[in-house]
Structures are given as structure tokens and as C-alpha cells.
């Protein structure tokens, strides 16, 4: 499954889920829908059609099923267009098909996938995408330091640490977005750093890689999630960094 068009708030966006039929036989038309689709909330469902097949659109449900037969090695197209919800800036949203099959042929759909994301490592990686916005504008705030772990709790490489940004430094509760500097010091070990929407899917780019007892500096715009942020650091090995996080704007 794959995503394209406008990827912002108040956008239309389109999905493209490909089907194909790699066994070595026919796949029949089974009871029960070969696929199905439920939407995430921040989208919602305005159309679906299929290149073969018939598919059911759900509007009140925010779903899309497809039902349909498919020879060896053939494929389908379902394609599903949907609206990015208002309020969406800053959140993942993760869309994935499930799939129901015959693996045994005797008729029933007995067993099930996921849909995967190809342009992201592995094989059943929901199809993500974070909506922009071009309604944001701009204000500075006196250059402040929201976050220094030294003298406290460093960052390790276990879960994600969560960092109110909101109500320090001046930035207000309705910021979406802030400009700032990050600073790792004395990394114990390789590794990168991730910041990211608070609850958010952790990006698969880093903000900031470093190596041992580097003092290493990246300037940032971060997306907020409710006032807060996420960072995650990872590491070859196990080890620690102290990180800096200083701000001289935000967006709203």
C-alpha cells in the first residue's frame, strides 16, 4: 500500500493497494472479504474502486472491503481516496489492509495479512504519513533552554523520553511546532538520536548522529503533539547521552 496527493491538513490523499495472487493455483471468490481496510481516525473515507472485483464503501464506518478472484500471479488495484482530517499536524497516521485467503484450498478464507509499506524496511509496515500545514505563522521567543539532562536523568537507548514543551520558554499551549537547537554531550557509545510528535510512529530518519564523547549540535524544527515532544536515542551498543534542547521560536 502506497500514499500520495495532498499529504496535508484538509488535504485529499490517495491509497494504492496492490493484491496479487502468488500461490500456484486460482484463488476463488471465497465467503467473506479477501480484503479489508479500516481507516484511521484524521481520515476520512470519500471514495473506493478496485480494477477487478467488487468493493463495498463503508462511509459512516470509514471502511473499504474488496471481494474478488484472482489467478496465479494476477493482481488488483484497490484504489481509496480520503480527506486528512483538521487538528492532524504532527501526527502519524498509520493505515493498513488486512487480508484474508485460502492458503489450503478447501474454500475458506482461514488465513489473514497485513498490507505493507514498500518504501520502509521489512514486510508488514502500515503505510504512514504525518499531514503538514501552510496556515502556520511564525513568532520568536527569547532564545531559552527547555531541556538539559546533565546533572539528572541521561538518555539511554530503552523508551523514548517524553518532553513538555508547552507553557516553557513562552510558548504557548496551542503551538504546533517549534524552531530550536539540539545538543548531544558525551555519548558513551555510536549511535543517533530521534525526535519526534509525542505518541507518535518513531521516524525512521534520525535528527542527530554521533560517536563516543563527541559534542554534537543540530539546528531543528520539531513537530508538537499536545504541547510535547518524543526523543529516542539508539546506540550500536549500550550507552547514554546528555541532551540540550534550546528554543527561539515556535509555530501556530
Known amino acids: 500500500m502506497t500514499v500520495a496527493g495532498q499529504t496535508r491538513e484538509g488535504g485529499t490523499v490517495t491509497y494504492t493497494l496492490t493484491v496479487t495472487n502468488v500461490g500456484a493455483g486460482p484463488h476463488p471468490?471465497?465467503?467473506?472479504?479477501?480484503?479489508?481496510?479500516?481507516?484511521?481516525?484524521?481520515?476520512?473515507?470519500l471514495s473506493a474502486t478496485a480494477g477487478s472485483g467488487a468493493?463495498?464503501?463503508?462511509?459512516?464506518?470509514?471502511?473499504?472491503?474488496?471481494?474478488?478472484?484472482?489467478?496465479?500471479?494476477?493482481s488488483v488495484a484497490i484504489t481509496i481516496q480520503a480527506q486528512v482530517a483538521a487538528g492532524t499536524f504532527g501526527t502519524a497516521l498509520a493505515n493498513q489492509a488486512t487480508l484474508a485467503f485460502d492458503a489450503d484450498g478447501d474454500g475458506?478464507?482461514?488465513?489473514?495479512?497485513?498490507?505493507?509499506?514498500?518504501?520502509?524496511?521489512?514486510?508488514?509496515?502500515?503505510?504512514?504519513?504525518?499531514?503538514a500545514?501552510?496556515?502556520?505563522?511564525?513568532?520568536t521567543v527569547t532564545p531559552c533552554r527547555v531541556l538539559d539532562t546533565r546533572g539528572g536523568t541521561p538518555l539511554s537507548g530503552s523508551a523514548p523520553r517524553t518532553l513538555t514543551i508547552?507553557?516553557?520558554?513562552?510558548?504557548?499551549?496551542?503551538?504546533?511546532?517549534?524552531?530550536?537547537?539540539?545538543?548531544?554531550?558525551?555519548?558513551?557509545?555510536?549511535?543517533?538520536?530521534?525526535?519526534?510528535?509525542?505518541?507518535?510512529?518513531?521516524?525512521?530518519?534520525?535528527?542527530?548522529?554521533?560517536?563516543?564523547?563527541?559534542v554534537r549540535t543540530n539546528n531543528?524544527?520539531?513537530?508538537?503533539?499536545g504541547?510535547?515532544?518524543?526523543?529516542?536515542?539508539?546506540?550500536?551498543?549500550?550507552?547514554?547521552?546528555d541532551l540540550l534542547l534550546d528554543v527561539v521560536g515556535y509555530y501556530q
Open 55 to 74: 468493493v463495498t464503501v463503508d462511509l459512516p464506518g470509514n471502511r473499504v472491503a474488496w471481494n474478488g478472484a484472482l489467478d496465479p500471479g494476477a
Open 29 to 45: 471468490d471465497n465467503p467473506g472479504d479477501e480484503v479489508s481496510d479500516l481507516l484511521p481516525a484524521g481520515l476520512t473515507l
Open 133 to 139: 500545514t501552510s496556515t502556520l505563522a511564525f513568532y
Open 166 to 214: 508547552a507553557g516553557a520558554c513562552g510558548i504557548p499551549a496551542g503551538a504546533r511546532a517549534i524552531s530550536g537547537n539540539l545538543t548531544v554531550v558525551g555519548p558513551t557509545a555510536p549511535g543517533f538520536l530521534i525526535v519526534y510528535p509525542s505518541g507518535g510512529a518513531t521516524p525512521f530518519t534520525s535528527t542527530l548522529n554521533f560517536a563516543p564523547g563527541q
Open 108 to 131: 475458506t478464507n482461514e488465513s489473514a495479512g497485513t498490507s505493507d509499506d514498500p518504501g520502509r524496511p521489512g514486510k508488514a509496515d502500515a503505510t504512514t504519513f504525518s499531514p
Open 227 to 241: 504541547g510535547k515532544l518524543d526523543a529516542r536515542a539508539g546506540f550500536s551498543a549500550g550507552g547514554q547521552i
Open 220 to 225: 531543528a524544527i520539531l513537530a508538537l503533539s
